[in-house]
């Protein structure tokens, strides 16, 4: 019992400082944009306004960008991770399985700062060619405008895309490989096609395909070196793909070491602390995804499995 008791308060105290080093970091970096929250409160997060000479500072511009550029990089790479682990977990050759593997996880450990390079050396003209080669029609609608330049929020999505897609994937692959091999099984027993198979393995693993989306995601909104390097660092908001945008890690990579002031210091340290809350809200709105995800599946009766539907109603 005394064991028992002392593994217990072992393991809650590595728990318990974890939440220290998370609210440690929310503390410090409050504590360090004093200045900042007290000058401009909540229009910091308003107005987009970006003068270090005047002493204006306003966060929208990377706010802006750290969104826009994520949540379109997580519309291109869901679908391509979640292909490539049902294409790895379902469908690929043995002899195949462990090179693709092999080669997703190699993506994972490039370093930020090579994917930056290949951007900018193989993205960038890409996307240049690209717009030039746009009809007019299309160059003139707001989401097409901007000069051909290469640089700008299309190649950021693109490369945060490649970033996000090998985390996403490996997540997901072994979410799926967790799937009970008797749900499959069951589908097949019942008359299913080998899609039908899958979309059930898919649809039981939701909960945690969800939850390799968004770490993904997470992955997406921290991202600095490689972002910085294809986005243009422009701040100003614009729905166009073409133009060159800001995000918060990358205004921070940029002007941290030029800062002349304290109050640009400050707001500099403030726009880190925007992105730790933003952050902790996205991983929040997940985990309640999640939980919800999880409940309506307890809570589901064991008869309206997706593939025991059709069977019933034959």
């Not at 997540?171 to 008797?182: C, F, G, I, M, T």
């Amino acid at each position: 019992m005394r064991k028992d008791l002392g593994f217990r308060v072992a393991t809650g105290a590595f728990g318990l400082l974890l939440i220290l080093i998370v609210a440690a970091i929310g503390f410090e970096l409050a504590r360090q944009s004093i200045l900042s929250i007290e000058k401009f409160g909540l229009r910091f997060w308003r107005t987009s306004t970006w003068d270090p000479v005047a002493g204006d500072f306003g966060a929208l511009p990377f706010i802006w960008g750290t969104l826009y550029s994520s949540i379109l990089a997580l519309l291109i790479a869901t679908p391509v991770a979640i292909g490539i682990a049902v294409f790895i977990t379902e469908l690929c050759p043995s002899w195949l399985r462990q090179p693709l593997v092999f080669l997703t996880e190699l993506l994972a450990a490039i370093p930020s700062i090579v994917y930056g390079l290949w951007g900018i050396f193989v993205l960038v003209p890409a996307v240049r060619s690209f717009q030039v080669a746009l009809p007019d029609v299309l160059r003139r609608l707001p989401l097409f405008t901007g000069p051909p330049l290469g640089v700008g929020m299309l190649s950021a999505t693109l490369i945060l895309a490649v970033m996000v897609v090998p985390f996403t994937s490996s997540v997901a692959r072994e979410v799926l490989k967790s799937v009970p091999v008797a749900q499959r099984e069951a589908a097949y027993a019942l008359g299913a096609t080998r899609f039908e198979a899958i979309s059930a393995a898919i649809f039981y693993a939701r909960t945690g395909i969800v939850g390799a989306v968004m770490l993904g995601f997470g992955r997406a909104l921290g991202e600095t070196m490689a972002v910085t390097m294809v986005i243009g660092n422009n701040p100003q908001i614009s729905a166009s793909l073409f133009a060159p945008q800001y995000t918060m890690a990358a205004v921070i990579a940029n002007e941290f070491a030029e800062a002349a002031d304290e109050l640009y210091l400050h707001a500099l340290i403030e726009i880190g602390l925007v992105l730790f809350i933003i952050t902790l809200v996205v991983n929040g709105l997940s985990r309640l995804l999640i939980w919800s995800m999880g409940r309506s599946v307890k809570s589901r009766p064991a008869s309206s499995s997706p593939m025991e539907a059709p069977a019933l109603q034959s």
